[in-house]
């Protein structure tokens, strides 16, 4: 069955410490990924995607992924967080022409200011 | 445009009353989605539309029954309410690509 697994449930950091936030997808064939943000009280926003070409991707407030498709993941990376950083992230992905999306759990993260 | 609208944005309900929630995209999307998200378990597809005229189950449909009214319109029905469908409720909606749009979500308890 296709899932996404996010590793890392909680994490809490302290401004300006790097973040990765692990994604591996389990599905064999071409597929289209993203990462989704909810901050506190509000609704999912696009963070990222990647659907082919380069894959190292960037999106906004200076998150980036990288696609390995040898390892089928798809980790979130940003060098410096801020305490505005502070949400929920979900990892997903949708195979070929699925009009379904695949979710992950989510991973809670917390900024120290 | 406004994106993704959801009325109301928080409701109660007592055990057994029904109630629609409503779901407008103005992006001319072609396919709409509603989901529930609750801790710890993320987002979990109730039922989905990928055209006018068309609805489909998702993951989890059973007490909820919806219509899609038109190409905007998507709404979703508890015709019994019961506590474990308190939950956030999340609409969204697709074009041609995969990128889903979400709207800003109804908060429902049901005591």
């Known amino acids: 069955a296709q899932s996404v697994s996010q590793h890392n449930h909680h994490v809490i950091l302290s401004e300006a410490a790097s973040l990765e936030l692990g994604c591996n997808y389990s599905y064999g064939g071409t597929v289209n990924l993203f990462w989704y943000v909810q901050y506190p009280g509000q609704h999912l926003q696009l963070l990222l995607k990647y659907f082919s070409g380069d894959p190292l991707v960037k999106g906004i407030k200076g998150f980036e992924a990288e696609f390995i498709k040898s390892k089928f993941s798809f980790n979130l990376r940003k060098p410096s967080v801020q305490w505005s950083d502070t949400a929920e992230y979900f990892c997903a992905f949708n195979a070929g022409n699925n009009r379904k999306l695949i979710w992950g759990l989510g991973t809670s993260l917390a900024v120290n200011p | ?111």
């Open chain 2, 1 to 111: 445009n406004a994106g993704v609208t959801q009325t109301p944005k928080f409701q109660v309900l007592k055990t057994g009353q029904s109630m629609t929630l409503q779901c407008a995209q103005d992006m001319n999307h072609n396919s709409m989605y509603w989901y529930r998200q609750d801790p710890g378990m993320g987002l979990r597809l109730i039922y989905y539309s990928a055209s006018e005229g068309t609805t489909d189950k998702g993951e989890v449909p059973n007490g909820y029954n919806v219509s899609r009214l038109n190409k905007r319109e998507f709404s979703l029905r508890l015709e019994s309410a019961a506590p474990s469908q308190t939950s956030v409720y999340f609409c969204a909606s697709r074009a041609s690509g995969p990128e889903q749009f979400f709207g800003p979500g109804t908060r429902l308890t049901v005591l």
